[in-house]
């Protein structure tokens, strides 16, 4: 059986994630909070080595703010591949593609508070031959995942044991920042990957 949870979680500075976010250049008087996913942290101690893998939590998530740097166990990659051509029904599956994305606020995904894909549109990388991108409004939450399984069509998940901290600390640092606009904001959310 595969193993789909590393042992630990991400560990990384304050000083270290600010480092790797001064190219995005995010103006962080306007977005005190940000949510940043590490795509392929555990590039070389899980799953297969020098690989992204999908299906497993190899990826690591941060909530950023002015009180505080926390780290989870995440996965940033659909859980399986889907060939597919064009826009349509035939459509590939989708990875959102790496950069910062200005289109994320606390919402519902299914039945329970998540931040959700309603401020903007994205740009997921779809399985295809050779794979191509499209942009556009997809639902490419950030939410829950599963025990067993990294639960995403696309979606960034979080390991289910940590994501009452993860929504919970969120939701906190939003309501303290932002008052009674904390769920209408835009929260970037950056994805850059393990090089």
Known sequence: MTKILPA????????????????????RS?????????????????????????????????IDSPFATASYNGNTDPAAYRLGQGYGKSKGMASLKSGVWYAYQF?????????????????VIRDGNPDYEDSGY?????????????????????????????????TDHAKRL??????KVIIPYVLMENK
């Open 8 to 27: 630990n979680k991400p560990r990384l500075s304050k000083a270290e994630l600010d480092e790797m976010l001064k190219p995005y250049r995010i103006d």
């Open 30 to 62: 306007k977005y005190p909070l940000i949510i940043a996913g590490i795509r392929g942290y555990y590039l070389n101690t899980m799953g297969e080595t020098a690989k992204n893998d999908r299906g497993i939590y190899d990826d690591a998530i941060f």
């Open 107 to 123: 919402g519902n995904h299914r039945n329970y508070p998540a931040i959700v894909q309603t401020g903007g549109k994205v740009t």
């Open 138 to 170: 997809f639902g490419i939450n950030i939410h829950r995942g599963g025990i067993g399984k990294t639960g995403s069509l696309g979606c960034q998940t979080i390991y289910p044991t940590q994501w009452d901290s993860f929504i919970n600390l969120a």
């Open 178 to 183: 932002f008052g009674n606009r904390w769920n």
